[in-house]
């Protein structure tokens, strides 16, 4: 079974570094045949539509949302089948249902990465407050 | 950043009956290499997101054949030919075309 689940805090204090970790199982994070798959970081603020924040692909490249690039670091372990988020300096505009999703197969030319997303994890939701 | 707009937010509908969402882009979604990076995905209640319709019209690996997506350039639409109790949800369209990539906010279905 395919599956993606992601864990980290619940609650974060301002200031502080988040951490999260996506970790999947039933496919391997660097396809045997297909160089073309990645990992996905969205999140979702309350009431609010989802955002992209950013990837990681099967080649290590890694491409984020211009807003969160200075903050916002996407790694991945694959001996462990996991990929992280790191999003310094949070604040509670950062509250939000964290989301890991699978990049099947994205295209890449000279304006950038196209893609979407065929699997979702539950999501995780994290809250910063003092 | 590419503004997707959908309408409506909300959409109650009766079994059997079609309905319709769209989704507006605030810039032309085709991409010079001729194909559009335009998505439609549905998260149902207490499940994560799953993948509906890829580049703008074509469903994906069991999609049920009641949805189909179509649309250009900026105007794109999501239709479901006879709604059932299963579809209820919020459906959201994506496009990877320019970057950033955007979401649109999302609309609510629910069945009468």
């Known amino acids: 079974q395919v599956t993606l689940k992601e864990s980290g805090p619940v609650l974060v204090r301002p200031t502080e570094t988040l951490t999260l970790t996506c970790t999947v199982s039933g496919f391997s994070l660097i396809h045997p045949t297909n160089p073309y798959t990645g990992m996905s970081w969205i999140r979702q603020p309350p009431g609010k539509a989802l955002e992209w924040l950013g990837n990681?692909?099967?080649?290590?490249?890694?491409y984020y949302t211009t807003s969160l690039q200075r903050r916002l670091t996407i790694s991945r372990d694959t001996s462990k089948s996991q990929v992280f988020l790191t999003l310094t300096n949070v604040d509670p505009a950062d509250t939000a249902t964290y989301y890991c999703?699978?990049?099947?197969?994205?295209?890449?030319?000279?304006?950038?990465?196209?893609?979407?997303?065929?699997?979702w994890g539950q999501g995780t939701m994290v809250t910063v407050s003092s | 950043d590419i503004v997707l707009t959908q309408t409506p937010l909300s959409l109650s509908v009766t079994p059997g009956q079609p309905a319709s969402i769209s989704c507006k882009s605030s810039?032309?979604?085709?991409?010079?290499?001729?194909?559009?990076?335009l998505y439609w995905s549905l998260q149902k209640p207490g499940q994560s997101p799953q993948l509906l319709i890829y580049e703008v019209s074509n469903r994906f690996s069991g999609v049920p054949s009641r949805f189909s997506g179509s649309g250009s350039g900026t105007d794109f639409t999501l239709r479901i030919t006879r709604v059932e109790a299963e579809d209820v949800g919020v459906y959201f369209c994506m496009q990877s075309t320019h970057f950033p990539w955007t979401f649109g906010q999302g609309t609510k279905v629910e069945i009468k």
């Open positions: 999703a699978r990049i099947p197969l994205y295209v890449y030319d000279s304006s950038g990465y196209h893609a979407s997303f065929d699997l």
């Open positions: 810039q032309n979604l085709l991409h010079s290499d001729g194909r559009t990076y």
């Open positions: 990681i692909f099967s080649n290590g490249d890694k």
